[in-house]
């Protein structure tokens, strides 16, 4: 048996999550481009361009050797933050809403904060690979890849980018829980967080009003509520079967930003709970390959990198879920592949790109039983059966 089969399904999840999203924004940008560009394929081309650009990333990613980034994998990190930094520079950094998050690359922009995400989960992998035996350490299993990580986020908090910031504290906490970290230092780590978490939430008013429109969102409905009561109202439309392609109301300007983070509320009114559930399914299959083709590996750091990319992509999935169908604050995270095209987009693809490389470099490479590969399979960690 090979990973034929994980790569071929891989493959095939994605495509079928970029086609419904192709059809997804299109039918919510349309009339936004007609009465902006005068051009009702405005936002569609320039999606289709950016899957393209997606999709050549994917494929050379795919047939280069993944393990070649681990060379130069401190100049990457160097590289994320220079690009974090430049956002700030005039002339160079994009400004909108409020936020300095992008740069201007014709023709179109890059958010760094994406890039860094990825750039994380080469540095643990690499990482917790040279010190498998030491992550049960506090500091070579907490105490330095935690600063690595808290410098990333005090730039990316200056943005501001608060989902971006939670999404690689959660991506780097679960990525060293595989590794093998101690239960209760990461515990402890979580208690000494919530005062930090606390007073960036307190201090914002924005992200205040937030807050309190999730707990009780009709206490304000034209305001900081709205947001997340239209998206309530498109899935209630939506019912089983959909209004169809095309057919939202809650697209007529009564949703914002309903071709980014708040396209799934658009599936579920448009395709109704079956479209939902189908896309969901596809995520979960997505994420049980990826899974899959992490314990084919036979080196802990392919082991690591497979399961970090996985759970890249899978952090922003379940967020963006949670938050579209209230079980949390609203975030600014798109949904990977079906969400307008953009760095995340472009981003996501190219790590689909290496999770198809590392399930193509072990394919026939089964692990014999009694291996130290078949143990650390088994237990998720070198460390943890040392417990």
Not at 234 to 251: C, D, E, H, R, W
Not at 289 to 317: C, E, H, W
Not at 324 to 336: D, E, I, Q, R, S
């Amino acid at each position: 048996m090979t990973n034929t089969k994980d790569t071929r399904d891989i493959i095939i999840s994605v495509a079928l999550l970029l086609c419904i999203g192709v059809l997804m924004v299109y039918s919510s940008t349309v009339l936004m481009s007609m009465n902006k560009y005068r051009n009702g394929f405005h936002y569609l081309l320039n999606h289709l361009f950016t899957i393209f650009i997606g999709t050549v990333s994917m494929v050379l990613l795919s047939h280069m050797d993944y393990k070649r980034p681990r060379a130069f994998v401190y100049v990457l990190m160097g590289a994320g933050l220079i690009l974090l930094l430049l956002v700030f520079v005039p002339g160079i950094g994009l400004a909108a809403n409020g936020a300095r998050r992008w740069l201007r690359l014709w023709p179109t922009t890059f958010q760094p904060s994406e890039f860094v995400k990825i750039v994380m989960v080469f540095f643990l992998a690499h990482y917790m690979d040279r010190n498998i035996h030491r992550m049960k350490d506090f500091r070579y299993g907490i105490l330095i890849p935690i600063v690595v990580m808290l410098v990333f986020q005090g730039i990316i908090i200056m943005q501001p980018d608060f989902g971006a910031v939670m999404s690689l504290g959660i991506l780097t906490m679960g990525l060293l829980i595989v590794g093998g970290v101690r239960l209760r230092y990461m515990g402890a780590m979580f208690l000494l967080s919530l005062p930090a978490i606390f007073f960036l939430v307190a201090s914002s008013s924005y992200r205040m009003k937030r807050i309190m429109s999730f707990t009780n969102p009709w206490k304000d409905p034209l305001g900081s509520g709205f947001q997340l009561i239209q998206s309530f109202i498109a899935f209630g439309n939506g019912g089983i079967l959909g209004l169809g392609p095309g057919g939202s109301k809650q697209k007529l300007y009564f949703l914002p930003e309903v071709h980014t983070d708040f396209i799934f509320s658009l599936i579920g009114e448009e395709l109704g709970l079956i479209g939902a559930v189908s896309v969901l399914v596809l995520f979960f299959w997505f994420f049980m390959k990826g899974i899959k083709v992490a314990n084919r590996t036979r080196d802990p750091f392919s082991y690591f990198l497979a399961i970090g990319l996985t759970m890249m992509i899978g952090v922003q999935v379940i967020i963006n879920f949670a938050v579209t169908t209230g079980l949390m604050p609203t975030k600014g995270l798109p949904l990977p592949f079906i969400s307008y095209g953009g760095s995340a987009l472009l981003i996501n693809m190219a790590a689909v790109g290496i999770l198809i490389n590392i399930s193509r470099r072990n394919e026939n490479r089964i692990t014999e039983p009694g291996t130290h590969m078949d143990n650390f399979v088994k237990d998720n960690s070198y460390v943890r059966r040392r417990r």
